[in-house]
């Protein structure tokens, strides 16, 4: 049997003076860079409608690009949007644009207290719906494409139940339908959490408070090799600026409007009200039998946020004839960012949603 | 000096008292007299009692009546002045003694003058009334002083189970000994002090004294959620070190090894995580984590508790009342909202609706014959 650990001391001196070296060679790179070129979205686009904190934008088609299908992207409460549209070689919006998809996306905003009070039927029955009213009459449809990203997922899908005549296509992308999937740990320790007393307490709940729930999931990986790993690609421009942008979403969380918080929680985490047709939404309840329109549904095999399980529980309640899914072999946030993905992804979107035009 | 003597100047402090008094009351009589009007117009006029008066009042001018009145206060002050001298009327202390050159002797003479005041002093009825209740006084605090002992030993006696029972923490345990120390520790000091402030209060600060007692509670909880929390990350980090020097056993009997800083990290972080994970998926992590969280919670409801009772002894708004102004708001935002959009405000259902020109930015269309 050998000693495991035969680290020679130059050679681990050598380490060391190699990582200073890129340090000072990651810190030339850092002082070139400003805050602005790292703001996030990099493709064009407009507001076109508003309410309160909620702003709708379109991305007008290239201008080569015509274009009779178009998407309206519905994210999660807990993160910002522009996710997917990181950056030039990693945007989901601006490969659907190449595709000739139209794309819109609702923009939630940062509540303010003021907006603790709002509900889950304010946000799915008031702005996805005012949202969905505007595109159906800018667009001259009955209905439109709605692709629900995470808990945006979760919410098109409560609104497709609720609205199905205003729907034409469902697409729900890292969605939670079962949240009693154990193999997902925010699964598990929601179970012990009392979301009245944290809204009581808190009011709206922070974004910091929910970010450190997620960095928890991986301690070691997302607090520190993650930190130590950059150090080995400082001197590599593009691989820092994509880090920055990465890490600037991550801590970009704005907080929750507190009695929506409350509803999701005790309804969806704790109850798991949602296949078992329990969810009450503006005094109606959410069957999601009534979701018959066209349906695919992607997830991520290593998905440690929303469990495969999890995802793929919604073939067994929608009540579509029309059910699709996909899977990719990365985790949560390689949904949005990974090369691989971009390639296969939107792709996937837009010949799906062609085909059912 | 004897008692005799005592009774005597006694007497004669009295006599002078009582005479200053009468005369100070007699001189200012005749100040609030003189400063009654002249009601007698004639020879033989009427007093106030209604009897002719045989001395006709002074009906003299103003300034003399005043001057007059003047006179009769500052003769009273005088007599009032005349009874504070009475401590110079008493005999004086027996005079130092002299010693054998003629100089005095100022302690022995204070020594003496101490002791016979003290004779003096028991020899007073009252004073001797006061000694024995002293005494009586002295064995109530014995008695007092014993009942404190035994209640403290009371109170003091579970935590002596708490250190005595107490072992050195056993690593190899599935909960370790430190933890169920932890637990101890917590339940005495619940059975203990915690108690005494389950005491009901009473009077004005009876409610001031309830929110304190709450909070004291919260915190209490919250510091014991906090440390069996950070016991279990603990138990946690060791285990991970546990099976990280499993891992390079097991490298070392394959023959691998880790030749670099960057390697021992990863594998590290590797079998780190992994313990993490699997301590965060139990049972008891997540209840530990949400007894923490709830626990913040309630601390943090009765800090803002404590917190709107001064901002409303101030003035301030309160966050109480700041989250009831939110509340009327999102209501007046949605009955804005029904308004606009030309419904009633929205309650319970939402019927199919056409697309509607929205305030800002949305276009009414005829209903497509697209599906």
Redesign the interface.
Known sequence: ????????PA??LG??VELNQKIVNGMETLSRTRQEDITPGVTPKEE?????NVVLYRYPSPANKSSDVSVLIVYALVNRPYMVDLQEDRSLVQELLNLGVDVYLIDWGYPG??????TL??YI??YI??CV??L???T????VNLLGICQGGTFSLCYSA??P?KVRNLITMVTPVDFHSWDG?LN??A????PD??V????NIPGEFLNFGFL??????LG??KY?DLI?RLDDEKHLMNFLRMENWIYDSPDQAGEAYRQFAKDFYIGNKLIKGEVVI???PVDLAQVKMPLLNLYADHDHLVPPGSSIALKDYAGTSDYTAQAFPVGHIGMYVSGKVQRELPPTIASWLENRA | MDLADWGQQVETMLEVIAEGQQKTWESWQGAISALVPDNTDNEGGVDRSGEPSETPLPGASAAAAMAGVAESFFAGYNTMLAMFDLPAMTPSPAKPKSGAAGAEDLPGAITDAGRLFQQQMMLFPPWAAGQHLLQLLGLSLQEIQKLQRESFQKLAEPWHGVGKSGQAPDLDADQSALMKFSGRYWDTFERTFVRLLETPSAGYTRDFEQRSIRSSKAWFEFRSASFDYLLLLGEAGRQALVEFTSELVSMGSQGKTITSLKELLREWTKVADRVMIRTFSSERYARAQGRLLNAAMTYRLEERAAADSILKMSHLPARSEVDGLGREITALRRQLRAVQDGQSPRTATNAKSKPQAASTGKKAKPKSAKE
């Open positions: 049997m050998q000693f495991p650990i035969d680290i020679d050679a681990a380490e060391l076109v409608w508003r309410r309160d207290p003021s907006d603790r009070w709002l039927d304010d029955n008031g719906d005012d009213d505007f159906r009459s800018s001259d449809r009955e209905s609720l609205h005549d740990l598990v320790w179970q012990h959490v009392d007393l944290m009581e307490a808190m009011g928890m999931l991986k301690p070691f990986q520190l090799r130590v080995d503006g005094g109606r």
